[in-house]
T-cell receptor, first 116, second 114 residues
Framework: DAGVIQSPRHEVTEMGQEVTLRCKPI?????LFWYRQTMMRGLELLIY????????DSGMPEDRFSAKMPNASFSTLKIQPSEPRDSAVYFC??????????????FGPGTRLTVL | AQTVTQSQPEMSVQEAETVTLSCTYD???????LFWYKQPPSRQMILVIR??????QNATENRFSVNFQKAAKSFSLKISDSQLGDAAMYFC???????????FGKGTKLTVNP
């Protein structure tokens, strides 16, 4: 398996522009997580999905952020409009769960976002 | 809410020596999972080792082992025979208590000196 795939790996944009980050989870995984990592705040969970349904979006910083998972193999995180404080590394992770067993979360390589 | 504390922002070790990274957590649950993730400069998050709370035996993975003290809520990572490739940020993480979220510590930056 190719692992969790994220695109783009790097994104540089100007303030006010729309940014879309993409993620393809590992096939068969039923959980998908979006994280943001900054020096100041560390790793923050933004939102997660189970079977394509958003379960908890309490970590989404504000209405400028939105996430979708239209099918089991694809998710997007959108920021509109973007601001310089959104500059961070954004990770997507996926996992699966069976009764009585919790698998690890497998992380993608991350997208480094820079908003000028 | 569960919290994870890594009290050592930075650590250093000489190549071939042993180093221990500390992690404590706060929970009222009895059934949970603990993880150590490694993040090298490539920024890829890689699972190093996991521990199920119901298991009394400490997990080991080659040169990596943990000291799991359930009563003390402590979960330290020991790296033996440190190698240059072990240089990375190490994150301790907690999963359990009915939550489906991983709770991460702030991380410890490990430097390996040749």
């Amino acid at each position: 398996d190719a692992g969790v795939i994220q695109s783009p790996r790097h994104e540089v944009t100007e303030m006010g522009q729309e940014v879309t980050l993409r993620c393809k989870p590992i096939s068969g995984h039923d959980y998908l997580f979006w994280y943001r990592q900054t020096m100041m705040r560390g790793l923050e969970l933004l939102i997660y999905f189970n079977n394509n349904v958003p379960i908890d979006d309490s970590g989404m910083p504000e209405d400028r952020f939105s996430a979708k998972m239209p099918n089991a193999s694809f998710s997007t995180l959108k920021i509109q409009p973007s601001e310089p404080r959104d500059s961070a590394v954004y990770f997507c992770a996926s996992s699966f769960r069976l009764a009585g067993y919790i698998d690890e979360q497998f992380f993608g390589p991350g997208t480094r976002l820079t908003v000028l | 809410a569960q919290t994870v504390t890594q009290s050592q922002p930075e650590m250093s070790v000489q190549e071939a020596e042993t180093v221990t990274l500390s992690c404590t957590y706060d929970t009222s649950e009895s059934d949970y999972y603990l993880f150590w993730y490694k993040q090298p400069p490539s920024r890829q998050m890689i699972l190093v080792i996991r521990q199920e709370a119901y298991k009394q035996q400490n997990a080991t993975e080659n040169r990596f082992s943990v000291n799991f003290q359930k009563a003390a809520k402590s979960f330290s990572l020991k790296i033996s025979d440190s190698q240059l490739g072990d240089a990375a940020m190490y994150f301790c993480a907690y999963f359990g208590g009915g939550s489906e979220k991983l709770v991460f510590g702030k991380g410890t930056k490990l430097t390996v000196n040749p």
